[in-house]
């Protein structure tokens, strides 16, 4: 099948491998996703770019399209492991802006989280009504609260949900400073797909129908910041 794969601007990957056009490695195929022994790949080159913030973790990423054999397994489309992978050639990277990038959290957080103030900010934020800094905090402060008052445990479902409203304001806060430095980009960035990976955990294999068109819906997005 093919996939596609981030790698750094050197065509690497964490653990010194290295990547390109002709490039295959092979795993064991053996143990959980995230362990060694699955090569790490992405079904859309979107997804590849927007959980980059916490997942590669790559700063001036390069995109690969590849072609993924053997076994795989799935984290409900935010991330496959194959057991080999050979990258055939660079692709141009989608351009993804700061306010698509902040939708896409918004969305994701949308999904799960139904307190009705901070979906009346989500929507204000969505509709362009009210981007403001502060009614950004808010919304996060009081999600913050809902994650400590849902349980003891933060990884019941209440308290998920609201940590996926919470991160996903925090990322409005950030696309609302009056700053276009990269850390402030990037920290942005890191927090709206927070907001998707919370939501995930939640609705698991649901999650995967439901992310293409919120994607779709954040890309419709034509902010240039």
Partial sequence: ???????DEQGMTHGDTQWGEGVSHEASGVGGLYGPGWIHCNDDPLIALLMN???????????????????TLDN??????????TTLREITLPEITL????????????????????NTWADEWLDNTNRSSEAAKTAAYAAAEAVKEAA?????????????????????????????TEDYFYEAAAFAV????????V???EFYARLIDIIEQAMQRSSNR
């Fill in 152 to 180: 003891s445990e933060i990884y019941t479902p209440a308290a998920i949900t609201a940590r996926a409203a919470e991160t996903a304001a925090y990322a409005a806060v950030h696309a609302a400073a009056d700053t276009d």
């Fill in 53 to 71: 913030p916490i997942y590669t973790e790559f700063r001036s990423p390069r995109l690969w399209k590849a072609l993924a054999e053997g076994p």
């Fill in 194 to 201: 927070d907001a998707a990976y919370y939501a995930h955990i």
């Fill in 99 to 118: 306010e698509q990038r902040v939708t896409f959290g918004i969305l994701c957080a949308k999904e799960v989280y139904t307190e009705s103030e901070w």
């Fill in 1 to 7: 099948m093919l996939v596609y794969k981030l790698t």
């Fill in 76 to 85: 409900s489309g935010l991330k496959r492991g194959v057991r080999k992978l």
């Fill in 203 to 205: 609705t698991g294999v």
